[in-house]
């Protein structure tokens, strides 16, 4: 099982309206990464949400990934969604800035996709039906692979068109195939459809890793039934969201959890995110959080909602996640514990913990990319005799 850290610019109260503190969370989340470079993190992924104060201040996740990959050496730097709807942007956009973020880190940005968190954010692209995202993305996701790969791409599509042959530029880094391909999924049946289509099930949720049982079987079920991959490879990987706290004094992180505002982010999530699925008893912005005590924190661990405690005590509250098929698991960055507690966390953990589960120092998706294939003639039109210009 690998690991990662999950960014989105988590700003919630007052900080919100402040562009001095606003500006100060990016600096700092991207001194997280860093710290998480160098400490056997695998992965970072980043949002893509619009006009969601507090909840997510990350909008333009394709410069923030090509900063990071100046900045780290080693980790994988995800888009934790880049949006498909044409109406949001572009596909031919798509397809270049992924290559180029393909090229800026060499080979380690990750192409995760999606459809936006709900209601509130694709109405500020005059989207007023969610549901008609879908077949966006289903047409969208299939063409920007054979961008990457023909010099002469046209398409007549349903939500977009490319009647005279255009060359999409640039292609993918000069290493083997595209990056990995992965969609964000909540219900079973996405979860299925994104085995199906052979690409990474991105698992944004707050439900406990035993009841995950369902959507990681409809996935592997999916995946069993691939036999026409969206892109070069099959990228069989699950990755599943939770939260961790990790010191060295094990009741040091359960006090961390209890304090006021540790459930500030759900009742954001419960207001934005109106299209995932949400338990009937969710409470909403600006409803306040249930307050938590250190014997609720307990339950919520061993209910397996999070993990919390030493080094030790993480490792065996690891062990549901491990056995239950997750190939990734990824923490939100909590920014209701100070920036040094945080720093303390990702050190921690990165040393004492991710050693004891992922143990080999290659990466998943590097080792699914190895295997790619070319899919699409590389002229779908007949062309010029090029080489006799050149060569007379």
């Given amino acids: 099982m690998e690991f990662g850290l999950f960014i989105q610019g988590y700003l919630p109260g007052p900080k919100a309206h ?20 160098k400490n056997n993190w695998k992965y970072v992924w980043l949002t893509e949400h619009h006009a969601l104060p507090e909840y997510s201040h990350l909008s333009c996740n394709e410069a923030f990934a090509g900063y990071l990959g100046a900045v780290t050496e080693r980790i994988h730097v995800g888009s934790g969604i880049f949006n498909l709807s044409p109406r949001v942007n572009h596909p031919v956009k798509s397809a270049e800035k992924v290559a180029m973020l393909d090229h800026l880190l060499e080979g380690r940005f990750e192409f995760g996709t999606g459809r936006g968190a709900g ?14 995202t879908r077949s966006e993305w289903d047409e969208v996701v299939w063409e920007i692979p054979r961008m990457w790969e023909q010099k002469d791409y046209t398409f007549q599509g ?14 993918p880094y000069t290493g083997k195939g595209h990056p990995p391909i992965w969609v964000a999924c909540g219900s079973p049946a996405t979860y299925q459809k994104a085995g199906e289509h052979g690409i990474g099930a991105l698992g944004f949720t707050f439900s406990s890793v035993y009841d995950m049982a369902p959507q990681i079987a409809a996935y592997k079920e999916g995946i069993a039934n691939c036999h026409n991959p969206v892109g070069q490879y099959i990228n069989d990987n699950i990755m599943i969201t939770s939260a961790v706290r990790c010191t060295e004094d094990g009741q040091r992180a359960r006090e961390q959890i209890a304090r006021h505002g540790s459930g500030y982010l759900v009742t954001l999530v419960s207001l934005y995110h109106d299209t995932f699925p949400r338990s009937e008893d969710a409470i909403i912005w600006p409803n306040p959080p249930y307050p938590l005590d250190l014997a609720t924190v307990d339950t919520l661990i061993d209910n397996g909602l999070l993990l919390a405690g030493t080094p030790d005590e993480v490792c065996e ?14 923490f939100g960055v909590p920014n209701d514990i100070t920036y040094d507690e945080c720093m303390e966390m990702i050190e921690l953990f990165g040393q004492h913990v991710i050693p004891e589960f992922d143990k080999s120092p290659d990466f998943r998706t590097d080792n699914f990319r190895a295997q790619a294939q070319p899919k699409f003639p590389v002229w779908e039109h007949d062309v010029p005799d090029l080489q006799s210009i050149w060569t007379e």
């Avoid at 001095?20 to 969370?25: N, V, Y």
């Avoid at 509250?317 to 990824?330: H, K, R, T, Y």
């Fill in 18 to 37: 402040d562009p001095q503190a606003e500006h100060e969370a990016f600096m700092k989340e991207i001194e997280l990464v860093k710290l998480a470079d």
């Fill in 158 to 171: 349903q939500h977009f068109q490319m009647d005279k042959p255009h060359n999409i530029l640039p292609k």
């Fill in 317 to 330: 509250q690891l062990q549901p996640f491990a056995e239950s098929g997750i190939d990734q698991l990824v």
């Fill in 119 to 132: 209601s509130h954010e694709v109405a500020t692209f005059n989207i007023h039906d969610t549901s008609s």
